[in-house]
Each structure stands twice: as C-alpha cells, then as structure tokens.
C-alpha cells in the first residue's frame, strides 16, 4: 500500500483538531459580538435615554414649581421669596431647560418625541403669559388692596394656570413613562444576550472536552499502543525469542508496520524451525527459500535485510508521525492561547466595569483596596457611587464560584446595581439589597425547585453621609467592621493586644473591648449581616438596615471571604476569621496605605507556594 494511501487512516484526527479549532474561534466571535451589542445598549442608556429621561423629569417638577410659585403669589402677599424664583424660572431656568432638552432631542432621534416636546413648550410658554399677566397686574400692596385686580388674578389662577399645568402634567407624564419603557427594553435585551452568552460559553467549554478527551483515546488507541506492542515484539526476536502474539492489522501507517512485523516473525519461525531441522539431519524439511543460492545462508541474510529494512522503515515511519503529533500539538497550544487570549479580553473588560481603585480612593478620601483574583477573571468585585448630594455608595460582592462563571455573575450584579441606584435613584442599602435579589432571581429563573442551580451572591453594603458622619449598612452574610477608639494619648500600634471584654447589645451586633500597650482602649464593633443570598432562599424576607453614628477616626472594614478561607501557613490551615480581626486590630491605627500593604504582604506569605483559594477582596475606610 502507497504511504498517501495510509493518511486517509489519520483522516479523522484532523477533523477532530479542526472542530475543536472551530469551536474556539465562534466562542471568541460570538463573546465579541455579545459584548459589543450590549456595550452600545449601555451607552445609549447612560449617555442619552437616562439623561433625557432626567431632563423631561426636571422639566415636570418645573410645571408643577410654576403653579405653586403663581398661586402662591395671587394668595400669598408677603411671598417674596416664590416671587423671586417665579421671575428666575420665567427668565433664566425655562430658558436653559428649554436649551438642554431640544439639544438632547437630536441625540435621542426620534421624531413623534421632537413634535410632543414642541407641543408642550408652546403649551407651557402660553401658561408662562398667564403668569406673567398675574405677575404685571399684582405688583404692589395697593394692587392686592384693589378687587378688580385682585379678582382678575385669582381667575387666571382657576381658569388658565391649573387646568394648562395639569394638561402640560399628563402629556409629559406619558413622555417620561415611554422613554423609561424604553430604557427597560434595553436592560432586557442587555440580560438575555448575557444568559446566551453564559449558556453558549458553557456548552462551547464542554464540546472542547469532549472532543480532547476523544482525541487522546483515539491517539492512545490507534498509535501509542501498537507502537508499543511493536517495538516488545521486535525486541523479543533481537534476544532469539519467538513472539506468540499476532498485531491487529488495519488499513493505516500502523497496521501496515504490523503487517511487516507480522511477516518478520513468521519468517523468523519458518527459519530458525527449519534450522533446528537441519541440525536435526532432517534435510528433507520443506522450505521455501528466499533466494537462489544456499539455503540457510539466504534465509539469515534475508532475515537480516528484512529486520534492517523494518528497521529503517520503522524509524521513518515513526518520524514521521512525531513530526505529524508535534503539529498537531502545536495546534492546541494555538486553540489554548486563543482561548486564554478571549478571557483575558473578558478581564479587560471587567477591570473597566469595576473601576480604579483609585478613582474608589479619591471618593472616600481615606481609604484603600485589597483585590486579589484567583483566576484572570474574578467572581468578587468592589461597586462605588456618589451621588449628586455627595451621598457615597460602596459594596463588596463575592459572587457563586470564580473564574469565567464568577465573572459572568459580576457582570449581571454590576448592571444591577447601576440600575438600581445610578437609574432608579435608590440610595437605602437594605432597598438596593432587595432589588439586587429579586433582579438575580428573575435573571437567573430561580424557583427554589429541587436540582436547580444556586448561584448567587454574599454582599455588604454601605451608604455614608460624610456631611453627617452617619453609615446605613446592610449585608447579606458579609458583615461590617468598625474599629473605634477611645485614646488616652498616643495611637496604640503595639503588638500585645488584649480583648478586656465582649457584649452583645442585640442579635445584630457584637462589641469587642480591647486595651493597647499605652493603655489606649478601643472597641471593634460588628454588624451581623442577613443569613441570606442575593438569591432565591427558603424563609426569604426583607434585607434590613443597620444605622450608625460614626465618630471622626473611625475605621471600617468590609471583605468577602477570600481572605479567611486562604489555606497556607505551616500546616496548611485556613487563616480564619479570628486571625484576620486580630490582625486589623494590630493595625488599624497605622496609614490606609500602610494597612494594604500589610494585609497584601500577610496573605502572600501565609498562602506561600499554595494555590489561591478563592478570589480576595477587602475594602478599609476611615472617616
């Protein structure tokens, strides 16, 4: 049989490797493709329908301020100051709103909004005509002294300001109501194509497993032990010996070097039988030369040409074959990278939703960021916000699992929380907790039924009033650290910390009394988080609140689980979460900075040559 002929053996190797090379590149189109669609989905929504949404909001709570501020100044003599602001609403406010709102209508493109927004302006500036008669006719004491002015004014209040204000009311009302209809859609959209994407990434990681897993067994089987079963085989009739197995012969490479192997050992046979027949004296034994000349000379010469001719050809042939196998392996190392290449995109993307931290740092002023993944991509992540009121939001997430899976879960929690508090505007933690969960549920089809996925997400999360020093904090089973101290005189940075005493003023929250070397006294307070996921959970109820009176110096401490699970040290043991509150009672008086280096370092020297446990997160704050 030709050699070309025999590659057609290997005919299914090649489209195995060519599958698996076919599943990486749609993975990493389709990942792309999903990306970039809800990348566009966002950016409309943040940069034109929210801000739209916003404006047409302002221009409603505008209406309803020009109707108080005219009646007010028809029955209200000594309104001065709604006077005031009638006069800067008719001459600096509408004016710039008007501005605002009709640039933004170009971004918004649409033109059944253009002819609506048109229409209310022309509404709205007649009512403005209205108020501006009542605001000419009642300038002075006399004038309201006077009936017929008087009276004049008042019905313009009755017949034209409130009957115009509540029709301008219900055609923006319904504006408001289509464009956040709108905004939902989009976030739909935005949460279907993620489901997709996590199912398709899922099956596509299977399929590749499968198909490596059939690629080695098939290599195993077709080349690796016959290969094997050769080689014992040709060894045995180097030391003399007769092979009593037969190789299976097929139609490939290697059934043909077994054939020849096969041949070699019943010639052997036939010639060292007939040998042993010659020195016997029985010269009548039949036998078929292999040449024309001396019989037992020709057949050990042929034998030794045949097993130097199968010797050559079968260095060839297996030549050939680890040139064909390192080709192939270097197509998975291709595949391999590719697919690293894709998740490490996924971490690009990931680092820019989560933020710099220290974009975290200059919100809070005084802080820090320990953030440590265990795979390229992280299941926990750190979520901040400041609001127009200078109200500063931040949170901890551990999400179910890490990795690739984590991360998909960060994902869906980030766009959540974006929504939740940036969108809708809710700013109490235990409210933005519940509306987490329930969106997870809902995202997720969580029913509670038996055999269904449990993912989900452990959180703690903080709403702080720096003008007030106050803290809302909620948790679903990450708790809140706050480290107080009670000073003597200098900080106490000793290391002979001692706890003097422990109370639990309720269920919910546990004081920790301690004393320093100078004898400095501080107390570590801990608010008990909700034994809940932010997921579906059995005797599910409402997340609630914890509120504080914080006092200037005050450190908070809020962390996932990473840290206290991390097996290292000198018998392997987790790190536990006693020696992670003695550790920050060591340092908790040191710079913020300073304490991110320390925990960093800690962690790193506890975990040693290890494996990372789980992914790491912890957050500090002083106030």
């Known amino acids: 049989m030709p050699y070309s002929s025999h590659r057609s053996g290997f005919r299914k190797v090649y489209i195995g490797f060519g ?3 076919f599943i990486a590149l749609f993975n990493a189109v389709f990942a792309f493709f999903i990306m970039n669609q809800n990348k566009q989905r966002i950016t409309r929504v943040i940069n ?31 309104s001065i100051e709604d006077k005031k602001q009638l006069r800067i609403l008719h001459d600096n406010r509408y004016p710039a709103l008007k501005k605002e709102l009709l640039s933004h209508m170009l971004l918004v493109d649409k033109k ?27 300038l002075s004491y006399d004038d309201y002294q006077n009936p017929l002015k ?12 409130l009957p115009r204000t509540d029709s301008i009311k219900t055609v923006l009302d319904r504006l408001i109501r289509v464009n956040r209809q709108e905004s939902e859609v989009m976030r739909n959209g935005m949460i279907d194509s ?32 016959p290969v094997l079963q050769m080689i014992d085989m040709v060894m045995q009739m180097g030391r003399g010996e007769l092979p009593e197995r037969k190789l299976k012969e097929t139609k490939d490479v290697i059934g043909m070097m077994g054939s020849a192997v096969n041949r070699l050992s019943e010639n052997f046979s036939k010639t060292t039988k007939f040998a042993n027949e010659i020195e016997e004296g029985n010269l009548r034994a039949g036998f078929t030369p292999l040449g024309d000349k001396d019989i037992l000379g020709q057949a050990l010469i042929a034998m030794r040409e045949s097993l130097r001719a199968y010797s050559e050809d079968m260095e060839q042939k297996v030549e050939e074959r680890t040139r064909e196998v390192m080709e192939k392996s270097n197509k998975l190392a291709k595949a391999y990278k590719d697919i690293r290449d894709s998740i490490s995109y996924a971490k690009r993307i990931q680092d820019a939703m989560l933020g710099s931290h220290g974009s975290f740092i200059d919100m809070i002023r005084n802080g820090f960021i320990v953030f440590k993944p265990k795979d390229i991509v992280s299941g926990d992540f750190y979520w901040y916000f400041k609001t127009a009121d200078g109200i500063l939001i931040f949170a901890t997430v551990d999400c179910t699992g890490h990795g690739v899976p984590g991360a998909f879960m960060h994902m869906i929690g980030n766009t959540f929380l ?19 969960r329930k969106g997870i549920i809902i995202s997720l089809g969580q029913t509670g039924k038996t055999g269904e996925q449990k993912d989900g997400m452990d959180a703690a999360l903080c709403v702080y009033n720096p003008f007030t020093n106050t803290l809302e904090y909620a948790g679903a089973f990450n708790p809140l650290w706050v480290i107080r101290e009670n000073k003597n005189g200098e900080n106490s940075e000793g290391k002979n910390i001692k706890v003097s005493g422990v109370s639990e003023d309720s269920r919910d929250i546990k004081r920790i009394f301690c004393t320093g070397d100078n004898g400095d006294s501080f107390e570590l307070l801990e608010f008990k988080p909700d034994r809940m996921p ?71 020297e506890w975990k040693g040559s290890d494996e990372q446990t789980d992914d790491i997160t912890v957050i500090g704050v002083r106030t």
């Open 112 to 138: 059944q909004d253009m002819d609506t927004l048109l229409f209310i302006f022309d509404r709205f500036e007649k009512l403005l005509e209205k108020e501006w008669e009542i605001m000419t006719t009642l």
């Open 48 to 78: 034109v329908i929210n801000p739209y949404t916003q404006l047409l909001e302002s221009f409603n709570l505008m209406v309803t301020e020009s109707k108080m501020y005219s009646t007010n100044w028809v029955y209200l003599l000594r």
């Open 19 to 21: 599958v698996v090379i």
């Open 194 to 225: 993620f489901n997709r994407l996590i199912t398709s990434v899922i099956a596509i990681s299977v399929g590749m497993l499968v198909m490596i897993i059939l690629g080695m067994i098939f290599i195993s089987k077709s080349i690796t032990r």
């Open 418 to 436: 974006n929504e939740i508090v940036i969108e809708n505007g809710i700013t109490s933690a235990s409210k933005i907790l519940n509306e987490l």
């Open 150 to 161: 008087k009276f004049t004014s008042e019905d313009i209040v009755e017949s034209e300001v």
């Open 534 to 604: 932010l997921a579906y959970s059995e005797n599910q109820k409402p997340f609630h609140s914890h509120w504080i009176q914080l006092k200037k110096g005050d450190t908070l401490y809020l962390f996932s689980d990473g840290y206290e699970d991390q097996f290292g040290g000198p018998n392997r043991k987790k790190f536990k979460v006693t020696r992670l509150r003695e550790m920050l009672l060591q340092i908790h008086s040191k710079p913020m900075d300073a304490q991110k280096d320390i925990l960093d370092k800690i962690i790193e």
